[in-house]
């Protein structure tokens, strides 16, 4: 594949290290120091302050897009209206009502539109699906997520705390990777329930959000999403009628992945317990990366595609209307 990035913060970074032998051919960022250190990265010439170069280029076949929320459909649209497939990160958009032409688009012409659900490729959770997938829990009851950002001084006054810019706070942030994990695991969800307050941060998005969603066999996903967690936390537990699976940490600031397997013996009492350790350095970027090129090259839609990131935002939308939330786009 020939490869444009488009958005070369931390993220951009993060996906042009996980290029392998795909060629990158274009970095644009409205600063040409970020484009000019990711392209560096893959010994690419080309720079560009200008995100039309990358999408008018011919030769490129693939865009990955990692800009701040407000710009992120607006690129997305563009670059599928120009025959690009696209890898955007979440969520993809402000709102659901966002991500509607690009899914039209896309559709017409026959290109596919990946967003960055990089959590179902840690390992943890790729082992943990494995499980449940193949009755290693028996059938599923419900789930218990929380994740959670220590928290930074000046966070209140970083980009993700304008709602024009971010679309809202904690809940469009972290809670979306917990809406998509729970959806992975249970299907379709309804929101039952849902609460997002600012109790600590002085910005005008929310600073914590609860969740409580269940799906059409009434299994019910508990998620909390908090940047008042003082210490950087992902804790995903997963409840079956013969065990429990929990994953804790994603490595790095949250701690070593693990998962643990407690398994129901036939006369109950204490578990048998089983933990896998993943301390090696985060993958999930490049098994995305791989796994969405095998499906374009297979003309498949892929996993953690652009429905799955408007299902994620519909349940946002309904939360944020609820508590009165409402962000201008």
């Known amino acids: 594949?020939?490869?444009?990035?488009?958005?070369?913060?931390?993220?951009?970074?993060?996906?042009?290290?996980?290029?392998?032998?795909h060629e990158l051919v274009i970095a644009v960022?409205?600063?040409?120091?970020?484009?000019?250190?990711?392209?560096?990265?893959?010994?690419?010439?080309t720079i560009s302050t200008n995100y039309d170069d990358a999408l008018n280029n011919d030769e490129i076949d693939l865009i990955l897009i990692s800009t701040t929320n407000e710009i992120?459909?607006?690129?997305?649209?563009?670059?599928?209206?120009?025959?690009k497939h696209v890898l955007v990160e979440k969520p993809a958009g402000r709102t659901p009502e966002e991500l509607i032409p690009i899914i039209e688009t896309a559709e017409e012409n026959n290109v596919f539109?990946?967003?960055?659900?990089?959590?179902?490729?840690?390992?943890?959770?790729?082992?943990?699906?494995?499980?449940?997938?193949?009755?290693?829990?028996?059938?599923?009851?419900?789930?218990?997520?929380?994740?959670?950002?220590?928290?930074r001084l000046g966070y209140e006054k970083e980009w993700r705390a304008i709602p024009e810019k971010s679309g809202g706070g904690e809940l469009i942030d972290q809670g979306v990777h917990l809406i998509d994990l729970s959806r992975w695991?249970?299907?379709?969800?309804?929101?039952?329930?849902?609460?997002?307050?600012?109790?600590?941060?002085?910005?005008?998005?929310?600073?914590?959000?609860?969740?409580?969603?269940k799906n059409a066999n009434n299994k019910i996903a508990w998620l909390h999403v908090s940047c008042t967690e003082w210490k950087n936390m992902f804790s995903f537990e997963i409840y079956g009628e013969t065990g429990k699976l929990h994953i804790d940490g994603l490595g790095g600031s949250y701690g070593v992945e693990r998962l643990f397997l407690y398994k129901m013996l036939p006369t109950m009492g204490p578990p048998e317990t089983t933990m896998w350790e993943?301390?090696?350095?985060?993958?999930?970027w490049n098994l995305e990366l791989d796994e969405f090129i095998r499906y374009i090259e297979?003309?498949?839609e892929p996993e953690g595609n652009i429905c799955?990131?408007?299902?994620?935002?519909?349940?946002?939308?309904?939360?944020y209307d609820e508590c009165n939330y409402r962000v201008n786009v």
Request: aromatic share 8%; net charge positive; charged share 20%.
């Open 1 to 21: 594949m020939k490869v444009g990035i488009i958005g070369c913060g931390a993220i951009g970074r993060k996906r042009a290290l996980s290029l392998g032998d």
């Open 29 to 45: 960022d409205t600063s040409l120091e970020r484009a000019n250190e990711v392209a560096k990265l893959k010994n690419c010439s």
């Open 72 to 83: 992120l459909a607006k690129i997305t649209l563009a670059a599928v209206t120009a025959g």
């Open 113 to 151: 539109v990946k967003v960055g659900f990089n959590h179902r490729y840690h390992p943890a959770l790729l082992k943990a699906k494995q499980l449940v997938d193949s009755g290693g829990i028996g059938p599923l009851m419900f789930i218990r997520g929380r994740y959670g950002h220590g928290g």
């Open 185 to 213: 695991f249970l299907g379709e969800l309804s929101v039952v329930k849902g609460f997002a307050h600012t109790y600590y941060w002085d910005m005008p998005v929310d600073d914590n959000a609860f969740l409580m969603l």
């Open 278 to 284: 993943y301390p090696f350095a985060d993958n999930s």
């Open 298 to 300: 297979l003309q498949r």
């Open 308 to 319: 799955d990131a408007k299902k994620a935002l519909d349940i946002v939308k309904i939360i």
